[in-house]
């Protein structure tokens, strides 16, 4: 999925949401064990984890969890 942001990019193709998402998934798919600064997300949480859940079941201890459009949001929200 990298590759095709980047040729977006390089032909001057503005980036779709959806784009955008499937990145930020691909991320916590790379990160989500180690929860650090690669993430976007824990980055703009002031190095931590967003965790507002009780139950660690429910989201595995970050609100935002291998989901991109949860990730989207949570930055659109702090930038």
């Known amino acids: ?3 095709e942001l980047l040729f977006k990019l390089i ?3 503005k980036p779709t949401d ?3 998402k499937n990145e930020l998934y691909d991320i916590c798919e790379g990160v989500h064990a180690s ?3 690669e ?3 824990y980055m703009l949480n002031g190095n931590k984890v967003p965790d507002t859940a009780n139950d ?3 989201n595995r201890g970050c ?3 291998k989901n991109g459009t ?3 949001n949570f930055i659109k929200e702090r930038i």
């Open 1 to 3: 999925m990298e590759q």
């Open 11 to 13: 032909k001057g193709e």
């Open 18 to 20: 959806e784009d955008i």
């Open 35 to 37: 929860c650090d600064g």
């Open 39 to 41: 993430c976007p997300v």
């Open 56 to 58: 660690f079941k429910v």
């Open 63 to 65: 609100d935002c969890f």
């Open 70 to 72: 949860a990730m989207l």
